[in-house]
């Protein structure tokens, strides 16, 4: 116990000192703080305030055709400013008050021989609101339509009972054929999922890393004589995992608390409902984050123990980085289905129940039996991964020759007198 102790402690000491480690933190650090802070720049950029500046729009009703109604349109919120014109105006006129930034832009009104009605838009350029994916704006053309409409109404003398029923107030709801209910908020759900694949991948992969950095350093051959492999492995495991769960916890406070302060309230609560977050989900969400990490923790550690040169890591690497990304995507895709039988199965197939489980427990489609089933699959697991890497690890950590095949890994696990 006391030799597990010392190499959690070596290598909690290791993972904090790298200097890789600290920048790689400061560096997520500063862009949450920048990305949380996206909108006050742009604010502090354009110039732009709480105040909203509205448009100023002429409205041209020579036959006084809505009668004076059209004031009404500066109660309506559209951001415009209207100004009513009852006489005639020419185009002329138009054209120099928007030259002299007196309007913005203007309406004419006219009847047709025909008793149809005409609307000129007049802007400056068209084509300046073509670029900026701009056209009429059907906001405040449906206004206009609706006070020309309720006007025609109030003329034929019809009780409220009859005013109503022209537009019935109706009641829209959803409902799903499937008996199971979804609950929880995707947008919370995605964010969450992407950190927790990056605290278990990451910190998983620092395993490799620190056991070829050792080996290249020949620190290892103090660690083998002075404890035996099993405790090396659970040792770099254990504090690597330690100083991960720190560098993410801190990730999300820094987050949590870069949100409360430069988002808008009402926007944060939009976006990011947090009301589905509860103890239990907590507490589950560490436990496949810690079962998680160790299942890829001890696969790195065997691909990390198969190489002698820094460099060689990528490459060995790559089909555990492979099996993290199936994984993940397995998981992030199903989402979108959470009650379908791909998902259920992402949320017991070892490789991605460390993504996927957590979050059906957060939509409420998770039942106690596919927990149980879904931790015990992912312990066996790590039982039989770590099993293997052990004893790779401890005939393989001494080889500063080339990278080990997989035939010569398969080979040494083969091999009784190891």
């Known amino acids: 116990m006391k030799d597990l102790k010392t190499v959690i402690a070596f290598s909690i000491k290791d993972m904090v000192k790298r200097k890789s480690f ?41 036959k006084n055709l809505f009668e004076g109604t059209l004031s009404s349109l500066n109660y309506m919120e559209l951001g415009y400013s209207v100004q009513i014109a009852n006489n005639e105006v020419s185009f002329e006129d138009i054209k120099n008050k928007i030259e002299n930034n007196d309007i913005k832009e203007a309406i004419i009104i006219e009847q047709k021989e025909d008793g149809k009605y005409k609307i000129r838009y007049i802007v400056e350029n068209v084509t300046q609101m073509a670029s900026q994916m701009e056209s009429i704006p059907k906001d405040l053309m449906n206004s206009i339509n609706t006070i020309y409409t309720n006007l025609q109404i109030s003329k034929l003398g019809l009780t409220q009972e009859q005013i109503g029923s022209l537009s019935p107030n109706f009641e829209f709801t959803i409902e799903q054929t499937e008996e199971q209910e979804v609950n929880g908020n995707i947008v919370v759900i995605m964010l969450l999922s992407i ?38 492995v659970l ?18 406070g820094v987050a949590l608390i870069c949100a409360n302060v430069f988002l808008d309230p009402e926007m944060l609560s939009n976006v990011l409902d947090m009301s589905m977050m509860t103890p239990y989900l907590a507490i589950m969400t560490i436990v496949y984050f810690i079962l998680g990490y160790f299942a890829y923790a001890l696969l790195y550690a065997l691909t990390g123990s198969t190489v002698s040169k820094p460099e060689d890591i990528q490459s060995a690497n790559t089909p555990v980085a492979i099996l993290a990304v199936i994984g993940f995507y397995l998981s992030y895709f199903t989402m979108m289905n959470p009650t379908s039988e791909l998902n259920q199965f992402a949320s017991i197939f070892p490789i991605s129940s460390p993504f996927c489980m957590p979050f059906r427990i957060m939509m409420g489609v998770a039942s106690t039996s596919e927990i149980i089933l879904s931790i015990v699959i992912l312990v066996i697991t790590i039982l039989i991964i770590a099993q293997v890497a ?9 080889n500063y020759g080339t990278k080990m095949t997989l035939r010569d890994i398969v080979k040494v696990y083969k091999d009784k007198n190891n």
Not at 23 to 37: A, P
Not at 215 to 223: D, N, Q, R
Not at 235 to 242: A, D, Q, S, V
Request: net charge neutral; with cysteine; glycine share 6%.
């Open 195 to 232: 950190v927790l694949f990056y605290a278990i991948y990451f910190c998983a992969y620092q395993v490799s890393s620190s056991i070829t950095t050792e080996k290249t350093s020949k620190i290892m051959e103090t660690l083998v004589t002075s404890t035996s492999p099993r405790i090396i």
């Open 235 to 252: 040792g770099k495991t254990i504090g690597i995992g330690i100083v991960g769960l720190i560098q993410i916890c801190v990730i999300v």
């Open 390 to 398: 052990i004893k790779i690890y401890s005939n393989a950590i001494l």
């Open 22 to 62: 600290i920048i790689s933190t400061l560096i997520i650090l500063v862009l949450i703080v920048i990305g949380f802070n996206i909108p006050n720049i742009m604010n502090a950029i354009t110039g732009s305030n709480e105040e909203i500046v509205e448009t100023k729009l002429l409205i041209v009703d020579s």
